[in-house]
């Protein structure tokens, strides 16, 4: 069996923490004396993935490389055209082919601080065979109308909705997910379908309805570092642990 292999996305503009991420990438932020995605590059070496992608941009290019030196990473720079990005499931797709990832994929957006095992998401994925994301209870409909929601039985997924304005539950879908390379290979086929080419849920809504995936529902500690508020409330939990 190939070891599971990881690719954290880091290559959003972060436009609503401007002018904190004007010359800044996001996961590289400060909370508490650590860059956001160090958080992850320690969850993910914890749980004993050794082949490490961190997929960025152009404009992002020469923080992440300062950054990377002495770090078991490889880093994964897309091209801009005409300045724009390619989006997150086409950049996702884009370091799958370049890199010519095989077997199992951890997919994580570099801008989650997140409380759970990594190594218990894995063992979740292995026993359903089929992809996986990681869900958490935000306990408002108000709050979800936020995020990606899900409604699931039994933990497989029934329906997505990707910032619905009127929630069907309160379960929101981190940027957290699991693919086998099936998965991975289909992002092509979605994407010549003309289907959207950002925001991970939308991928995740597509597949639920094709080959079936399951949440993995957590309770620990998650935040989605979008704002400059979420940022604040994050600093202030991260430095009571």
């Known amino acids: 069996m ?49 082949e490490i992608y961190v997929s960025t941009n152009e404009r992002f290019e020469e923080p992440f490389r300062a950054w990377s030196k002495g770090r078991n990473v490889k880093l994964v720079v897309e091209k801009m055209p005409g300045g724009k990005k390619l989006g997150a499931i086409a950049g996702l797709a884009y370091v799958a082919g370049k890199e010519k990832i ?22 979740f994925y292995h026993a359903k065979k089929k992809p996986v994301v990681a869900a958490y209870d935000v306990k408002s409909r108000e709050r979800a109308s936020q995020f990606g929601v899900i409604t699931e039985v039994n933990g497989k997924i029934t329906s997505f909705e990707e910032k619905p304005e009127k929630p069907k539950s309160t379960l929101a879908a ?28 939308n991928f995740i809504a597509w597949l639920a309805g094709r080959t079936g995936v399951y949440a993995y529902i957590f309770d620990n500690y998650w ?14 939990f991260m430095k009571r642990l």
């Not at 070891?3 to 909370?31: F, H, Q, S, Y």
């Not at 199992?104 to 409380?115: E, K, R, S, T, W």
């Not at 699991?178 to 003309?194: D, K, V």
């Open 2 to 50: 190939l070891e599971i292999k990881a690719i954290v996305l880091a290559g959003g503009t972060a436009e609503r923490l401007k002018p904190l991420t004007e010359n800044m990438p996001k996961p590289l932020i400060d909370v508490n004396g650590r860059h956001m995605i160090d958080d992850i590059i320690d969850k993910l070496e914890a749980a004993g993935i050794r």
């Open 102 to 123: 095989a077997g199992d994929c951890l997919v994580i957006a570099g801008d989650n601080l997140f409380g759970f095992d990594l190594k218990d998401f894995i063992a």
């Open 174 to 201: 981190t940027a957290c997910y699991i693919f086998p390379q099936e998965a991975l290979n289909s992002m092509g086929e979605y994407l010549r379908l003309g289907n959207a080419r950002d925001s991970p849920g």
């Open 223 to 236: 935040f989605d570092i979008g704002t400059l508020e979420s940022l604040k409330e994050a600093r202030a």
